[in-house]
């Protein structure tokens, strides 16, 4: 069992930027990659960007060139800076572990894009 935690979401101007934040409980096993998705009202849940222990980094179009990840898969965290926001990226954001057997997630942040 993994246990995630998400920090840092709120309230932001358009053009504005947040940083979030995952910390993985330890584990029994090997944590290889580490993500972000995200699920907006009325929509699916979809892929924000992803992160591996050697550090390769994988972004949705939608968020590429604003939006960065970054953290330490070895000790089990991630981050998610976010910039240049725009009211089309307010959604709950949610931390996600895959495994061959199952995906891990936290509960969720919110990030509200709105003047």
């Known amino acids: 069992q993994v246990q995630l935690v998400e920090s840092g979401g709120g309230l932001v101007q358009p053009g504005g930027s947040l940083r979030l934040s995952c910390a993985a409980s330890?584990?029994?096993?090997?944590?290889?990659?580490m993500g972000w998705y995200r699920q907006a009202p009325g929509k699916e849940r979809e892929l924000v960007a992803t992160?591996?222990?050697?550090?390769?980094?994988n972004y949705a179009d939608s968020v590429k060139g604003r939006f960065i990840i970054s953290g330490d898969v070895a000790k089990n965290t991630v981050y998610l800076q976010m910039n240049s926001l725009k009211p089309e990226d307010t959604a709950v954001y949610y931390c996600?572990?895959?495994?061959?057997?199952?995906?891990?997630w936290g509960k969720g942040t919110l990030v509200t894009v709105s003047s």
């Open positions: 992160i591996t222990r050697g550090g390769v980094t």
């Open positions: 330890a584990t029994v096993f090997t944590i290889n990659v």
């Open positions: 996600n572990v895959p495994t061959y057997v199952t995906n891990y």
